[in-house]
Each structure stands twice: as structure tokens, then as C-alpha cells.
């Protein structure tokens, strides 16, 4: 009998590992950079320490862990935990007051596998403890999109601000008025985070949730005077730094460790897997984990399998923009007549080539063409057709000539074959 791996989980192959090994090399060479040192921990923790940290009432601790229910143990979902039980369990804090970690590996979580969604998955995560410094949110966000911009990926920074144990639960009051009205109009997930986790109605994906919270209060408007103080200081510092951010009112992260700064990398090239690299500010997560009091922490993942799926994709668009060797660009249904069967002459002689079937404006064509890589470009006016002219564009010089109808194919014959 053939035994395949179990769903969910991926084998990382030859041919396929190389473009993790190249995120991995350029993510380790940026650490390196922002002077970060990288720590280790195992793959199995007690299930409390997840509880604890992560939460009861969210996604991840009520339904996504892996753990053995005879033994209290969960197979990690997340790095940020095992992290912070390492740096107290080694008192880490006073070999230096600053700590700056990152970690790479797996992590496990039982959720419908999907592209960009299995139950093994790899983070790349990076932590800094003992600083709270609105910088050092700003100077993460930095790595972020340094990484990104290295790797040659697109995405968009949003941001957040969740507020801290002072003005969270009036905002939560506030929000959970509004929910109330709103109640029979939200679905069943929504109805039942009311009451155990209300910040999480404004993120539910649902349509219908997500008309009905448009036009909730906006917790960057409930924050208290040093959570506002924070928020425009890191906003300050992301635009020194030159980085492009947006705010997201309705973000509030799956976890319920977050205080103050939350921020996601979000791309629109993954359908819902939207979610490229996400983390935040936990500045009472050490002392809750029984660590040492007043340590301030800020941390964020990026899921590899999303960074190597937008490469991915990335290098077959680029395949399928190369090529083209003659874009036939016609204006006019006497053009497309007379393209039709030129195009069809000129693939008969081994020449790769296109036209437009949609009648769309030279303009389009043009960029068309450009897509696809074409060397040159046949352009072919009506009016021009009528006086048996048409212009060859080569689009690496941009040069143009005009050839006469008559001769044409010998012309570009020549010129391509
Ligand atoms: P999502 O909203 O996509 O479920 P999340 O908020 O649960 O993401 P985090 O816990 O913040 O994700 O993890 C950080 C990153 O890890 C995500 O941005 C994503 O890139 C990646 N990630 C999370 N869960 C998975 C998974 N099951 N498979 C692959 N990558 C994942
Ligand atoms: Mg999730």
C-alpha cells in the first residue's frame, strides 16, 4: 500500500528548496544586519503555555492546536510563546538588558489546508524584549519591509494600535454596545466572540459582519494618553524611516498577548491568505508567563510558505512574459483582418508570435506587448493599411520604420527568423 503524507503537510522537494533556501539566506542576512542573534527552542511545549499566552477564546487555542490530551502537550502553533519561555527559563534578561531573536521552523496548526494554509507551516519570527521604545516598533516594521524589497515582493504595511490593560476594556465596553444593536445582524462566530472576544467581531471575514462593523468606533480614537503618545511616535518614526504604512481600525490580530502597536504585511496575491507576515507590541506577556516584571517585548512572523508561493508566482509571470517575438498591434476591424492571417503566416515559419483579439485601444495593446516581452511590434493603423503601410517598432531601441505592405513578410523574415 502507498502511504502519502498526511494532508496538510509538505514535503519541501529539490527544485523547490532552493527558492527557501534564498529566503531564508536573504531573511538571515537582514537579521545579521539589524544585529539579531537566533535562538532555537523545541517543537513540543505544555499546552498551558499556549493557553495562557495565546488565549482561551481564540481561533488558534480553542480549535487549531495539536495537542496529545493525554499528555498536556501542544505541538507549537506559533513561535513568540516558546520564545519568551526560553528567555526567562535562561534568564536571558540579565545577561542583557536588550534582547534581539529571531527563530525559524515549523509550526502546526489544525486548519483546513489551503493554498498558502497547511497544518505544518515554517515562520521566519523576529522578537525584541526589554525595549519600549516606540523605535524599536518602527525599526521592526523597517526589517519588514527591507525583507520584503529584497526578496522582490510587493505588499502593503497596515497598523494598529490595540491599546494596553488602562484603556482596552472601555474601548471594549464601547465596541460591545455597538456590536449589541448590531447583534442579529452578525453571524453565528460573531454572536458567540460578543461576549468572549468582541475586538474579533471587527476582523471576522464574513460579508455580512463586515457591512454591519463599518461604521464601529475606532479604537485609535479610545486610547489612552500614553497609548496615543506611542501611536503617533511610531508613526513618526516609520515616516523618518521612509516607510509606507497604512492605518487599519480593524485590525486586531488573532491573539489575545497584543498590547499597544499591531501591524500586518498584506499582499492581494494570495487570495485570502492575505496575510504575509503579522505580529505586534506584548509588553505584559513576560510577567504574565511568570517571567520578570516590566519587560516589554514586540515581535512579528512571516509564514514562508506565503513568501515562497509570491516567488513562485513571480517567476511564472516572468516565464510567461518572455518570448513573444512580434506583437502584431492593430487599430480597427481592417487592422484585425489583415493581422488574422499574418500571424498565422508568421507562426507557420517558427515565429512566435500575438495579436489582440478584443478590439482594445493601441494603448493597451502597447502594454500588452510589453507584457508579453515582445521584441518588436508591428503596428498597424487603418489608414495607414489603405496607403499599404505598416510601422515595425523594435522595442528595445525604440527605433520605428515604416515597411510597405508588399514586402513585409519577406522584411520580417529576415529580421526575425
Ligand atoms: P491568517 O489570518 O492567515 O490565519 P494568522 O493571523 O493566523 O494568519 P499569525 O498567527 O499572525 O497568522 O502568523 C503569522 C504568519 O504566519 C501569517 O501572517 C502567515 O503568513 C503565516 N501563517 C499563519 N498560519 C498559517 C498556516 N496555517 N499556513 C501557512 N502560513 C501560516
Ligand atoms: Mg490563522
Not at 346 to 352: D, S, T
Not at 371 to 376: I, L, N, S, T
Not at 400 to 403: L, N
Given at each position: ?5 498526511l ?5 519541501i522537494?529539490?527544485?523547490e528548496?532552493e527558492?527557501?533556501?534564498h529566503v531564508?539566506?536573504?531573511a ?6 539589524f544585529?539579531f ?9 505544555k499546552?498551558?503555555?499556549?493557553a ?5 477564546a481564540?481561533d488558534i487555542?480553542?480549535?487549531e ?6 499528555k ?7 513561535a513568540?510563546?516558546s ?6 527559563q535562561h ?15 515549523p509550526m502546526?496548526?489544525?486548519e ?11 515562520q521566519m519570527d523576529?522578537e ?16 519588514g519591509?527591507m ?8 505588499v502593503s504595511?497596515e497598523m494598529?494600535?490595540?491599546?494596553c490593560p488602562?484603556?482596552r476594556?472601555g474601548?471594549r ?20 466572540r ?9 476582523d471576522?471575514?464574513?460579508p ?12 485609535q480614537?479610545?486610547?489612552c494618553?500614553?497609548?496615543?503618545t506611542h ?12 516607510v509606507?504604512?497604512?492605518l487599519?481600525k480593524?485590525?486586531?490580530r488573532g491573539l489575545?498577548y ?6 500586518e504585511?498584506?499582499t ?8 504575509v507576515?503579522?505580529g505586534g507590541?506584548?509588553?505584559g506577556l513576560?510577567?504574565?508567563?511568570g517571567?520578570?516584571k ?9 509564514g514562508?510558505e ?7 508566482q513571480?517567476?511564472q509571470?516572468?516565464?510567461a512574459?518572455s ?18 492571417p499574418?500571424?498565422?503566416t ?7 508570435a500575438?495579436m489582440?483579439?478584443?478590439?482594445r485601444s493601441?494603448?493597451?495593446?502597447m502594454k500588452?506587448?510589453n ?6 511590434v508591428?503596428?498597424?493603423g487603418e489608414?495607414?493599411l489603405e496607403?499599404?503601410?505598416?510601422v515595425?517598432?523594435?522595442m528595445?531601441?525604440?527605433e520605428?520604420?515604416?515597411?510597405t505592405?508588399?514586402s513585409?513578410?519577406d522584411?520580417?523574415l529576415e529580421?526575425?527568423?
Open positions: 500500500m502507498k502511504i502519502s503524507a494532508n496538510g503537510f509538505k514535503d522537494v529539490p527544485g528548496v527558492l527557501w533556501q531564508e539566506n536573504v538571515r542576512d537582514i537579521f545579521a544586519r544585529h542573534s537566533e535562538i532555537r527552542m523545541p517543537i513540543l511545549e499546552t498551558d503555555l499556549f495562557r499566552s495565546i488565549g482561551e481564540t487555542v480553542e480549535k492546536m495539536y495537542t496529545f490530551v493525554d498536556q502537550i501542544t505541538m507549537r502553533p506559533e513568540t510563546a520564545l519568551l519561555r526560553a528567555y526567562i534568564g536571558l534578561h540579565v545577561k542583557k538588558p536588550v534582547q534581539r531573536l529571531f527563530t525559524i521552523g502546526f496548526r489544525h483546513r489546508p489551503q493554498k498558502g494554509r497547511l497544518r505544518q507551516f515554517h523576529v525584541v524584549l526589554g525595549a519600549a521604545n516606540p523605535r524599536v516598533d518602527a525599526e521592526l516594521m523597517g526589517l519591509s525583507l520584503m524589497e529584497e526578496l522582490g515582493i510587493s504595511l494598529n494600535s490595540l491599546g488602562v484603556c476594556p474601548f465596553e464601547t465596541l460591545l454596545n455597538f456590536i449589541n444593536e448590531r447583534l442579529e445582524h452578525l453571524c453565528d462566530d460573531c454572536k458567540r460578543s461576549s468572549t472576544n468582541p475586538l474579533r467581531v471587527l471576522c471575514k464574513n455580512k459582519c463586515r457591512e454591519q462593523v463599518e461604521e464601529a468606533p475606532s479604537i480614537e479610545h486610547l494618553e500614553d497609548c496615543d501611536f503617533a511616535a511610531v508613526q513618526k518614526n516609520l515616516q523618518q524611516l521612509g509606507q504604512y497604512s487599519n480593524f485590525m486586531v489575545d497584543y498590547t499597544r502597536t499591531t501591524f504585511f498584506i492581494e496575491d494570495l487570495g485570502a491568505q492575505a496575510a507576515g503579522a507590541r506584548y509588553d513576560i510577567e504574565q508567563l517571567g520578570p516590566n519587560i516589554p517585548g514586540i515581535g512579528f512572523a512571516l514562508m506565503r513568501l515562497v508561493l509570491l516567488l513562485q513571480q517567476e509571470e516572468q516565464a512574459a518570448g513573444v517575438d512580434i506583437f502584431i498591434a492593430g487599430l480597427g476591424e481592417k487592422a484585425s483582418e489583415f493581422a488574422f499574418l500571424v498565422h508568421l507562426r507557420l515559419n517558427k515565429i512566435v500575438a489582440d483579439h478584443e478590439g493601441l494603448k493597451s495593446q500588452q506587448a507584457k508579453a516581452g515582445a521584441a518588436w508591428l503596428i498597424v489608414n495607414e496607403q499599404g503601410q505598416v515595425l517598432r523594435n528595445e531601441t525604440k520605428q520604420e515604416e515597411i505592405t508588399s513585409l513578410i522584411i520580417l529580421k526575425l527568423q
